[in-house]
């Protein structure tokens, strides 16, 4: 079974441009989750959907940074304007369900750097 | 606020023999999950073994295991006979379902990194 799948797996930018990370979840998974990780730090939630709906978008800065899943599987997220404390890890996961017991099944993460 | 603490930031363990990895966590919930994630290098997180809060009995998985201690708010990892493969980022993680009858969001320490060495 094919896992998560993100693209690009880096990006370089400079800060006050735009930048969109993809991720593919796993076939069946309606709920599916952005995470920013900072290096040294455990993975921080930015959004999670259930389906096509958003569940909890409370850490996400909606002053630059938007998601999607428009048709419930592929979901975008985008920076806009990116600032330097954006350089982070962007991980993407899945899961069958949301309960808490349900395992997130993560991605390979996008590297972001901003100059 | 839940909050995960991982004390350790980085351990080492010499082949084959055991290790274990601290967390501490703060919950007012008395139902929850709490979970060990492996992060190696340049490749994606994986679990490695999940406790349910209101299961007293400690989890195992192969050479993975729990402490599990709910009044103390302690889940420690340990790891035996440890390998090479082993060597990583463990992050301990927390989940429960809330206040509002939805799953809270997954709550991560700040890692520990195992080195096993020779």
Redesign the interface.
């Known amino acids: 079974e094919a896992?998560?799948a993100q693209s690009p797996r880096y990006k370089i930018i400079e800060k006050r441009q735009s930048v969109a990370f993809w991720c593919n979840p796993i076939s069946g998974h309606a709920t599916l989750?952005w995470y920013q990780q900072i290096l040294?730090?455990?993975?921080?939630?930015l959004i999670?959907f259930q389906n096509n709906g958003v569940?909890?978008d409370s850490?996400l800065p909606k002053d630059r940074f938007s998601a999607e899943r428009l048709k419930g599987v592929d979901s975008t997220l985008k920076i806009q304007p990116a600032k330097l404390e954006d350089s982070a890890v962007y991980?993407c996961a899945s899961s069958l369900g949301?309960?808490?017991?349900?395992?997130?099944f993560?991605?390979?993460?996008t590297r972001l750097t901003v100059l | 606020a839940q909050t995960v603490t991982q004390s350790q930031p980085e351990m080492s363990v010499q082949e084959a023999e055991t290790v274990t990895l601290s967390c501490t966590y703060d919950t007012s919930e008395s139902d929850y999950y709490l979970f060990w994630y492996k992060q190696p290098p340049s490749r994606q997180m994986i679990l490695v073994i999940r406790q349910e809060a209101y299961k007293q009995q400690n989890a195992t998985e192969n050479r993975f295991s729990v402490n599990f201690q709910k009044a103390a708010k302690s889940f420690s990892l340990k790891i035996s006979d440890s390998q090479l493969g082993d060597a990583a980022m463990y992050f301990c993680a927390y989940r429960s379902w809330g206040r509002t009858g939805t799953a809270s969001k997954l709550t991560f320490g700040t890692g520990t990194r195992l080195q096993v060495t020779l």
């Open positions: 896992g998560v989750y040294g730090q455990g993975p921080k939630l999670q569940v909890d850490q991980l949301v309960g808490p017991a349900n395992e997130q993560f991605g390979p993460g």
